[in-house]
C-alpha cells in the first residue's frame, strides 16, 4: 500500500484543518490506519488511530475532543479533521497504516506516506 498524505498549512491557533491520506493497493480496507506526527526535536507520536472497519478509534490526549479521524474505504481515503489547533500541534504528519486491523501503538505500524507540515501561529 502506498500513502500520500496532503492537507497541511499554515493557520493560526484556533482554526482548523483537515487532512486527507489517499491510499493505494488491494490491502487498505483491510488495514488499520493512524496518523502521526513528529514536532522538531520530538519523538514520533502517534495521535489518532481507526481500525479497518471504522468502528474503533484512538485519540492521544493531547488531541482528544479536538481532532476526529474517519475513513473511506471506498475511495480509499483516510481523514485527520483537526479543530481548535494550538501552537503545539505544530509538526509533520504522517499518515501510516499497519498490516493488521487497528493498532494504539505506533511502532507497530508498518508502512509510512510521506509528512504533511501544519504550523499553527499564536
Known amino acids: 500500500v502506498q500513502l500520500q498524505a496532503s492537507g497541511g498549512g499554515l493557520v493560526h491557533a484556533g482554526d482548523s484543518l483537515r487532512l486527507s491520506c489517499a491510499a493505494s493497493?488491494?490491502?487498505?480496507?483491510?488495514?488499520?490506519m493512524g496518523w502521526l506526527r513528529q514536532a522538531t526535536g520530538k519523538e514520533r507520536e502517534l495521535v489518532a488511530a481507526?481500525?479497518?472497519?471504522?468502528?474503533?478509534?484512538y485519540y492521544a490526549d493531547s488531541v482528544k475532543g479536538r481532532f476526529t479521524i474517519s475513513r473511506d474505504n471506498a475511495k480509499k481515503l483516510v481523514y485527520l479533521q483537526m479543530n481548535n489547533l494550538q501552537s503545539d500541534d505544530t509538526a509533520d504528519y504522517y499518515c501510516?497504516?499497519?498490516?493488521?486491523?487497528?493498532?494504539?501503538?505506533?511502532?507497530?505500524?508498518?508502512?509510512w506516506g510521506l509528512g504533511t507540515q501544519v504550523t499553527v501561529s499564536s
Open positions: 501510516a497504516g499497519v498490516n493488521g486491523r487497528y493498532s494504539e501503538y505506533g511502532r507497530e505500524y508498518d508502512y
Open positions: 493497493g488491494r490491502t487498505f480496507s483491510s488495514n488499520g
Open positions: 481507526i481500525s479497518w472497519s471504522g468502528d474503533r478509534s
